[in-house]
């Protein structure tokens, strides 16, 4: 596939249908949506195509400087406090920041597709995007205006009540990962428990009906208490370990279902738990067969770090890292997600 002709053909899809998710240009294209996402990333870095602050399902939109205006078809898409100071600035076309009250404020800094802050008089503003700064001069008795070079957020008391909405996002993440690690380990014990139970009654049915029928139904290594260098004391026993394969969980088992029914293939197998599965899944793609480094996580919400830990692990053999999730992913790691989609990937679990 040529990066070039596929360049081409994406603006040429964004001029046709204007804003566009990547999953719908991948559609459109006929590219996989896995590798979609590379050449986005390829064409926003080079400043031809832009990428939206405002997120539909998850992902952003792309789309062409000047199509600015069809953004705004989407935004019942922002957040409902959002969504309300992108009707307030619509209507009024500027706003004096000090006259809003502070969940407005925040708002407006986060909807950055449609709010331009800008200074005059010491005082904070915001213009609605397509305000020019003519007319913004006209409704604000003619003073001169000064652009704001950077977000008010640099600023530390225009950002309290912003930082204060994040901290408590991620202490709610921090407390959901806490709990679902606890859950994990609870049922593992539980399911360590019943299959242990479940052998012995096995083995003791066995060994009732006929004892000399009973067939090994685990792995011996025998480990001697002595090294090969010293004396070997017959009268010392070897020292026997039983090794017992791990069952596989429901969730494993539906993981591994889910990539099979997809034409991926599966080439080597890391080890599991019974909310978490990994692996080395093969894909063919137009590229060729790509290798991705793969975790299935059963979780709630996947958070920064579960990323930041699966892209590490991968990237040290190294391969891209493949994320495969049953619930939601955290704000935070949406935006590591964005950062590194060259590298990395995640698909939910349906």
Known sequence: MDPVETHKKIIGVLDEKGPSLPINIAKALEIS???ISAFLSELTNQKRIKVSSLKVGGS???????????LEDYYKYLHPRESEAFLLLREHRVLKDRDQDPATRVALRSIKDFSVGF????????RFVS???????GILNGNVIEEKVEEEKNIEEEKVEEEKIEEEKIEEEKVEEEKNI???KVE????EKVREVVEEKVEEKIEKENPRMI?????EVKIKSESDNKFNNPLVMDKVIKKKEKPRSEFVQQVISFINERGLQIVEEKDYKAKEYNCVVQIKSELGIINFLTQAKDKKRITESDFKKLLS?????PLPAFMLYTGEIGNSAKDYLKEYSSVLKAKRIV
């Open 131 to 137: 305000v020019s700064k003519e007319e913004v001069d």
């Open 33 to 35: 949506s896995l590798f």
């Open 188 to 191: 593992e014990s539980v399911q």
């Open 215 to 219: 067939e090994p139904v685990v792995k």
């Open 60 to 70: 952003p939109l792309y789309y062409l400087k000047g199509q600015e205006k069809k």
């Open 182 to 184: 606890e859950e994990e």
């Open 119 to 126: 200074k005059m008089d010491n005082e904070i503003y915001w």
């Open 313 to 317: 692990n991968a990237q040290s053999i």
